[in-house]
């Protein structure tokens, strides 16, 4: 008997809760407010669904319970109804499945403009690549990692020399542009995750993965790594910084290019 | 109508007569000669079902302990100052790994398994006992060496229950160098015991069933082990082989997980494996594991609620093919817990097809569930009271898993808050609380008294709100962007005072949800002795384990002759019978048969 009055408040509860609750997604930086809309078809989907069956379960409790004198029906099974719940929550799986793989297909095709950057991770720190005025990345690989060489670009190839490398400072990126983010680690698994983007995906050492966005508001946004990488995780932070193109521009002539960075120690063979 | 029956009589109700004797003779049991024998080296499935049930919730305290340092450390940092991050990740592993596969597999499979499929069969034992208690000891053996990884130099691995490498196995995770290689050779232990018993499970219930238990005449009980058993069978080996290659891995040099990687500056002698790779293998596993939990508890939790609504399960047939439809859908569904993981992503758009199609017959389950209460005769008992506890969290966690698969709504939450919040509810808090009614249903006849109904209550109530407030505002941190795994959350620009504040409730709560627990192990203790008498049938149950001749059941279960079955084990509140069940051995009064005409296609 109380247990179908705390029933009853359990669902009104959490559905005040969901309404009052100060905790509720950040305000959106990105084209990803597809992602926002899917979830909350989801939150209306499976909320209507919570409170009617818990609801009906109360009642349930409420009506059938216990009295002297009182007999069970005997119905083993209603082909029916059980049909037609099943058709019913066909329907309610798919409204939900179908935009989110509509969404889903465009969350992983890069838009033809889309400009490069590639993202590394390593124990516990990001750095970035950005093309340089060829508009094109080097190839790179694990293996040429060294002292003067830290993301290990390939030195033979020649779209690599005039990268722009940032290590352990901010990213930049130009609001309204599309850009497609291909992440890197050099030891273990990382995942770079910037709550106000929406999206994420794990970068996995000796192979490249990617996704895309458009920033669509300026303002400094922190990144988390969001993929368990040892004792530093919590500790691995960053920044993105979206900006007006001018200042991008301003910005990324400022960053040394990976020639640049070999010069010294060139520079010091030689001597 | 098929009739999957293997001889004898089936048709209920029509019995005249003697039963015909059984066509081969029975297996003699072996017989224990001294204490030793019965009660320590036992091979009697009721004691092993104890060894493993006591075992089991041993282990489960010190996770249960674990996961109250982790608490403290989230709402309070700092405040236990032997909490340093590389301790917490330790915590968090064992906790993982502990509830998972040591608590949870073990006690519903190893406990619950063996204690009900011979009596709930008609059976004397399990078909293989010797192989039954070596699975027990083995099992005890893979506990007390994750235990030792405590003690071992470095202390235990701290790199996630999902182990994943390279991080796993590399210098700067804590546990690298003992700590690892103890968990994965106490992983391959259990795998290895686990085996042994679940091959048991499966031909006992293939083979040991007394004559008219046709298969569609089981209760779902048995439904959900076995079908939960033949999965264990066919996905532990893939952690097995995982656990394999990342021990080569760890101690000879091989490279299956392992690329080429820097660590710490320098060139790791490792190259050309696959991270992801280990990823496959342990999800393969990982996720029908999270249903080897689950069926078992749809099928307990379905007993418990048609006897205590003394009314037969709803739509039976239905019940039986979703537990045997999720059992065969939850291995093509792994990858769901990959979506983020960086492997092609166009297998996306069929993880989450499959994962959201197996939403269905889950969906049915619950339904089935709620309608056998509609139009019951509802005792709101101890066991009862779970089972409605059940229901309510498992509803809550399995309509956030409908955000989790649905792939696209993944990316913003994998990683997150939510994620812990989903699986406690729906792989944590909806099991145990499942375990906990099955306890206070089946105690009676494992001890032949009854457990205390007032701590009974106190510890449901305590146990179901308060886990409940524990996990359901935990889902909007992770909305917020919370991350998991995170040893503390420092000054982050998104996420507001107030969050420190939940964290702070959610601990409290959490440190008094735990500690009710308590009462539930004093009630067990208490309950031993001073507990009321039970009777061998106290819930008027129509499941043979309530028939036994004597209670607590002797060795061999049945005395001189096995019980012959003559219906199903729903027939609660037959129109026209005397009382408001027949026990399925009844070969009930002369009805008219009014009741199987109801009953016609269900049997």
Known sequence: MPIAIVLGLVVVGSVLFHFL??????????????????????????????????????????????????????????????????????????AMLAP???????????????????????????????????????????????????????????????????????????????????????????????????????????????????????????????????????????????????????????????????????TGALN | MVDVTHGGPISGGTASGAAPAFEVGEPDLYHPRSWVTKYVF????????????????????????????????????????????????????MHGMIMVVYLLTALFLGGFGNYLIPLMLGARDMMFPYLNMLSYWIYLAAVLLLVAGFFVPGGPTGAGWTLYPPQAILANTPGQ??????MLASLMLFIIGFT??????????????????????????????????????????ALFVGAVM???????????????????GEQAPYGGGSPILFQHLFWFFGHPEVYIVALP????????????????????????????????????????????????PGFGFFFATTTLIIAIPTALKVYNWVLTLWRGDIHFTVPMLFALGFIVTFINGGLTGLFLGNVVVDVPLSDTMFVVAHFHMVMGVAPILVIFGAIYHWYPKITGRMLDTTLGKIHFWMTFLGAYLIFFPMHYL???????????????????????????????????????????????????????????NPWRATTLEWQTPETPPAHGNWGAERPVVYRWAYDYSVPGAPQDFLPQNDPGPDLASSGETVAEGVR
């Open chain 2, 246 to 264: 990342m021990l080569f891995d760890r101690l000879l040099g091989t490279s299956f997980f392992m690329p080429a990687i820097v660590v710490t």
């Open chain 2, 478 to 536: 992770g909305l917020l962007g919370v991350p998991r795994r995170y040893f503390e959350m420092g000054e982050t620009a998104f996420v507001p005072a107030s969050a420190a504040t939940l964290n702070v409730f959610i601990t409290i709560t959490a440190l008094v949800v735990g500690a009710t627990q308590m009462l539930f192990l004093f009630n067990l203790a208490w309950s031993l002795r001073h507990g009321r008498e039970a009777g061998g």
């Open chain 2, 177 to 182: 160098s003992w700590g690892i290689v103890v």
């Open chain 1, 100 to 266: 989110g793989l509509v969404v889903w297909a465009h969350f992983i095709r890069v838009p033809a403009g889309a400009t490069s950057v590639e993202v590394v991770g390593q124990q516990w720190q990001w750095a970035y690549r950005l093309p340089g005025k060829d508009g094109r990345l080097g190839a790179a690989d694990t293996r040429e990692v060294n002292d003067t060489n830290p993301l290990g670009i390939d030195p033979n190839d020649p779209n690599g020399r005039d990268d722009v490398i940032v290590q352990g400072g901010e990213l930049h990126l130009p609001v309204g542009k599309p850009v497609a983010l291909l992440l890197r680690s050099l030891d273990v698994v990382h995942d770079f995750f910037v709550p106000e983007f929406r999206a994420k995906m794990d970068m996995i050492p000796g192979s490249v993965t990617y996704y895309w966005l458009t920033p669509t508001r300026t303002g400094s946004f922190e990144v988390l790594c969001a993929e368990l990488c040892g004792v530093g995780h919590p500790y691995m932070r960053g920044t993105v910084v979206v900006e007006a193109e001018a200042d991008y521009q301003a910005w990324l002539a400022q960053q040394q290019t990976f020639e640049q960075m070999q010069a010294p120690a060139q």
């Open chain 2, 297 to 344: 508890a749809f099928g307990i939790v379905s007993d418990l609620i048609s006897t205590h609504a003394r009314k037969n399960i709803f739509g039976y047939r239905m019940m039986v093919w979703a537990i045997v439809g999720i059992g065969a859908l939850s291995f093509v569904v792994w990858a769901h817990h990959m979506y983020v993981s960086g492997m092609n």
């Open chain 2, 42 to 93: 036992s091979q009697d499935a009721k004691v092993i079902a104890i060894q493993y049930g006591l075992t089991a919730m041993a282990i489960g305290l010190v996770a249960l302990v674990l996961s109250w340092l982790m608490r403290m450390q989230l709402a309070f940092p700092g405040l236990l100052p032997f909490i340093d991050a590389d301790h917490y990740y330790q915590f968090i592993t």
């Open chain 2, 196 to 237: 042994m018993g679940g091959l048991n499970y499966v031909v006992t219930v293939l083979q040991g069933r007394t004559r008219g238990l046709t298969l569609m005449r089981m209760p779902l009980t048995i439904w959900g082990i076995f079908t939960a058993t033949v999965m264990a069978l066919l996905a532990f080996p």
């Open chain 1, 21 to 94: 609750s100060p905790w509720w997604f950040t305000p959106i930086a990105s084209n990803w407010g597809y992602i926002d809309d899917t979830i909350n078809i989801t939150f209306w989907i499976t909320g209507a669904v919570f409170a009617a069956v818990v609801l009906f379960m109360a009642y349930c409790l409420l009506r059938f319970r216990h009295k002297p004198g009182r007999r069970a029906a005997y119905e083993p099974e209603n082909r029916r109804l059980e049909s037609w719940l099943a058709i019913g929550t066909a329907v309610g799986v798919a």
